[in-house]
């Protein structure tokens, strides 16, 4: 079982582009997030799921957008890059609703570095 | 907004000296996780408490959760090499997503 996977490991773009990172997880979990990652700032959740056709903003969700088509699937979409957008993006996934009670499982991330 | 706070945020200590991170949100809370990364890893649940005053172990680790559900504690016993990442601590914020702190950051000298 692969748990959660996502795409690219890291990119460098420029500014102004768009770009869509992938996560996908095969857990059959309905909550999935997106995570941004900044030293001393911790995780910051831009972006969730409960279900399959249903989205959710986070702390932080200016500039990105996500869809949820179906159960495995959550890209992150940035639609202009600008640098502060310089991050590590963290997928992640839990059973039942996002938040609450639910353990939350991490992909291994996306580096990405706005020029 | 709630907010949870997590000191210190960096710790430096020699291999066999005890640790320990400390959460505190400013409302109270209805669980806590604590979660772990390693140094270029992702992070990974440790363990959640829910009950006030509720103590869990699991080996060297030791977690705690306030008797007013606002504040919990993460206390490792002799640490050791592999104890080094940085640990996290997650509220819940109106059901909808977790919270997380900004991390306290373990290194070990051997």
């Known amino acids: 079982t692969a748990g959660i996977t996502q795409a690219p490991t890291s990119q460098i773009l420029a500014a102004g582009r768009s770009m869509t990172l992938r996560c996908t997880q095969d857990?059959?979990?309905?909550?999935m997030y997106w995570y941004r990652q900044d030293l001393g700032l911790g995780l910051r959740l831009i972006h969730y799921?409960?279900?399959?056709?249903?989205?959710g903003k986070g702390e932080v969700p200016d500039g990105y957008s996500v869809s949820r088509a179906n159960t495995d699937d959550f890209p992150l979409t940035l639609a202009s890059a600008v640098p502060s957008q310089t991050s590590v993006y963290f997928c992640?996934?839990?059973?039942?609703?996002?938040?609450?009670?639910?353990?939350?499982?991490f992909g291994p991330g996306t580096r990405l570095t706005v020029l | 907004g709630q907010q949870v706070m997590q000191i210190p945020q960096y710790q430096h200590v020699q291999e066999g000296e005890d640790f320990t991170t400390y959460c505190n949100s400013s409302?109270?809370?209805?669980?806590i996780q604590w979660y772990k990364q390693r140094p270029g890893g992702h992070p990974v649940f440790l363990i959640q408490?829910?009950?006030?005053?509720e103590v869990k172990k699991q080996k060297r680790l030791t977690f705690q959760f306030g008797e007013a559900k606002k504040n919990s504690s993460l206390h490792i016993t002799a640490t050791q090499t592999t104890d080094v990442g940085t640990y996290f601590c997650?509220?819940?914020?109106?059901?909808?997503?977790?919270?997380f702190g900004a991390g306290t950051r373990l290194t070990v000298k051997p």
């Open positions: 409302t109270t809370l209805s669980n």
């Open positions: 857990m059959r979990h309905n909550a």
């Open positions: 992640a996934s839990s059973p039942g609703l996002a938040g609450g009670y639910n353990e939350q499982f």
């Open positions: 799921s409960n279900t399959a056709g249903t989205t």
């Open positions: 408490l829910v009950k006030s005053g």
């Open positions: 997650a509220g819940p914020r109106r059901n909808n997503d977790m919270r």
